[in-house]
T-cell receptor, first 112, second 110 residues
Framework: NAGVTQTPKFQVLKTGQSMTLQCAQD?????MYWYRQDPGMGLRLIYY???????DKGEVPNGYNVSRLNKREFSLRLESAAPSQTSVYFC???????????FGPGTRLTVT | EDKVVQSPLSLVVHEGDTVTLNCSYE??????LLWYKQEKKAPTFLFML????IEKKSGRLSSILDKKELFSILNITATQTGDSAVYLC??????????FGKGTRLSVIA
């Protein structure tokens, strides 16, 4: 039982490049989330998916897109990376959208 | 707008001290209050509190919720260097995702 997994663990991009962060959970949870965490800013919600087939914007959605591929997988895409997107990205899942969340190990992204 | 405020932002104590971390919240249709511990990596779930006055305990950590005054505290007794972490508080409300505070950074020195 791996919980929430994320790939990659680290990534360096040049400004303007694109990439997709992958997330998968094996807890049969309905809801999944993407956060970014910056020093002094806490966890900020980018997008979430309350259930398979739905996605909603969070606090900081600009510059990102998401896909809920199936119940297990939720990906985050940066179409044209900017230095302001340098951050640690966490994926999380929960049984329902207002239940306790379980987090993946994070992806450290640097955009130069 | 829903919000969660934690205090202090950071704290340095010596091993063996007892610490109290605070979390106040203002959310619509409040459901529960959650505490997480974050060391160098991902946050890990500690407690969820739904009812006022009922203390949750796990070893040296305990937490209580006051739904009338809209706050929760997390106590850590006999602190150890392994307790050094950022402690996050989050409120569950209505049918929306958790609202997180910015965290309290606890440093325990030997």
């Amino acid at each position: 039982n791996a919980g929430v997994t994320q790939t990659p663990k680290f990534q360096v991009l040049k400004t303007g490049q694109s990439m997709t962060l992958q997330c998968a959970q094996d807890m049969n949870h309905n809801s999944m989330y993407w956060y970014r965490q910056d020093p002094g800013m806490g966890l900020r919600l980018i997008y979430y998916s309350a259930s398979e087939g739905t996605t909603d914007k969070g606090e900081v959605p600009n510059g990102y897109n998401v896909s809920r591929l199936n119940k297990r997988e939720f990906s985050l895409r940066l179409e044209s990376a900017a230095p302001s997107q340098t951050s640690v990205y966490f994926c999380a899942s929960s049984e329902r959208r207002n239940y306790e969340q379980y987090f993946g190990p994070g992806t450290r992204l640097t955009v130069t | 707008e829903d919000k969660v405020v934690q205090s202090p932002l950071s704290l340095v104590v010596h091993e063996g001290d007892t610490v109290t971390l605070n979390c106040s919240y203002e959310v619509t249709n409040f459901r529960s209050l959650l505490w997480y511990k974050q060391e160098k990596k991902a946050p890990t779930f500690l407690f969820m509190l739904t009812s006022s006055g009922i203390e949750k305990k796990s070893g040296r950590l305990s937490s209580i919720l006051d739904k009338k005054e809209l706050f929760s505290i997390l106590n850590i007794t006999a602190t150890q260097t392994g307790d050094s972490a950022v402690y996050l508080c989050a409120a569950s409300a209505g049918n929306t995702p958790l609202v997180f505070g910015k965290g309290t950074r606890l440093s325990v020195i030997a």
